[in-house]
């Protein structure tokens, strides 16, 4: 059984950074294409980076392209996201997410079929 388990939100000042962490366990983690989403108070699952499995490729949402870093650790089973100059529209909770339905698209949320339990982003101007 697939299991995800972030950890690592807080809070931060404006232009501060976290690093959050998103350990895997189950399964052959070196082969699954790895996502972070994040969640504001009452808005959707958005999308943030999405780092491949096969070949580590990137894929990052317009918005923290540039700030944030995604990265992988397969000899830990986990995955990272560096997050530098951060922003009070960054606040929200970030969720790491393992893509199962590769017949969507990778931002989409429903390509993604396990999910961690989120952890909590705030960003104080």
């Known amino acids: 059984q697939v299991q995800v388990v972030e950890s690592g939100g807080g809070l931060v000042q404006a232009g501060g950074s976290l690093r959050l962490s998103c350990a895997v366990s189950?399964?052959?983690?070196?082969?699954?294409?790895m996502a972070w989403f994040r969640q504001a108070p009452g808005k959707e699952h958005v999308f943030v980076a999405r780092?491949?499995?096969?070949?580590?490729?990137?894929a990052w949402a317009d918005s923290v392209k540039g700030r944030f870093a995604i990265s992988r650790d397969n000899a830990k089973n986990t995955v990272y996201l560096q997050m530098n100059s951060l922003k009070p529209d960054d606040t929200a909770v970030y969720y790491c997410?393992?893509?199962?339905?590769?017949?969507?698209?990778?931002?989409?949320?429903?390509?993604?079929?396990?999910w961690g339990q989120g952890t909590q982003v705030s960003v104080s101007s």
């Open positions: 780092i491949r499995g096969l070949d580590g490729d990137i």
């Open positions: 997410a393992l893509r199962t339905d590769y017949s969507r698209n990778y931002y989409d949320y429903g390509a993604y079929g396990y």
């Open positions: 189950g399964g052959t983690f070196s082969t699954y294409d």
